[in-house]
């Protein structure tokens, strides 16, 4: 059973000390849909120590102040771990005023890698490196909800996509070490911020293709 601890507004000073002695961090969000920010809000953020935990943090959405979760976010002694974070940074970024310091991004190292798949959905991940049949159906539900509303379904969902990213992380690295593709996968990274800026100034498409 995963260890699930749900805040409102921001994490507690406490749990957030606890995570900040951890090395690498898992962190998803769940928003009120695709369009951040322009459309949608910023709804939940998550984060796992990587043993089976999750700390689900329901943001303010009239003011989105979170300064323990943005010292956390800021803080580049800790890895950010999460799957596409060229959504959830745009989103924490936007929403919590921040800067989001040291990541991987396990869908830009799957696709560098693991060239013999054409799927790198965090689903096919946790099914290769896990061995675990993941449900992404309450995918598209509402996390506008109040906390205390969430089902319980909700919450093991959105603990899911935390929970499996730190083996998930790990297996990649090494791949990506194997198939000589870290530097590639680094440089890759560095121009992440870059192509979130594009995105919320509305370019969408891959500006360098033809
Ligand atoms: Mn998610």
Redesign the pocket.
């Known amino acids: 059973m995963t260890k699930i601890y749900k805040f409102q507004d921001d994490i507690s000073t406490e749990a957030s000390k606890e995570l900040q002695k951890c090395s690498s961090l898992a962190i ?3 928003g009120s849909g695709l369009q951040i920010p322009h459309r949608d809000k910023l709804s939940l953020v998550q984060f796992s120590t990587g043993n089976n935990d999750a700390y689900i943090i329901q943001p303010n959405r009239k003011n989105y102040k979170a300064p323990n979760i943005v010292k956390i976010l800021e803080n580049d002694k800790i890895t950010k771990i999460g799957h596409y974070l060229r959504y959830d940074v745009s989103g924490l970024e936007y929403f919590l005023k921040c800067e989001v310091k040291n990541i991987f991004d396990t869908k830009i190292a799957s696709k560098l890698c693991r060239t013999y798949s054409q799927n790198h959905g965090l689903k096919d991940l946790v099914s290769e490196f896990c061995g675990k049949k993941l449900d992404k159906k309450l ?1 598209s539900s509402d996390w506008n909800k109040n906390l205390e509303e969430l089902t319980d379904a909700q919450l093991q969902y ?1 603990s899911n ?1 935390v929970i499996y990213l730190h083996k998930i992380s790990a297996a990649l690295k090494k791949m990506l070490i194997r198939e000589n593709r870290l530097e590639l996968y680094e440089n890759s990274i560095k121009f992440l911020k870059t192509r979130i800026k594009l995105d919320q100034s509305g370019f969408t498409e891959d500006i360098f293709q033809h």
């Open positions: 998803d969000t769940e995918g959105c996509d």
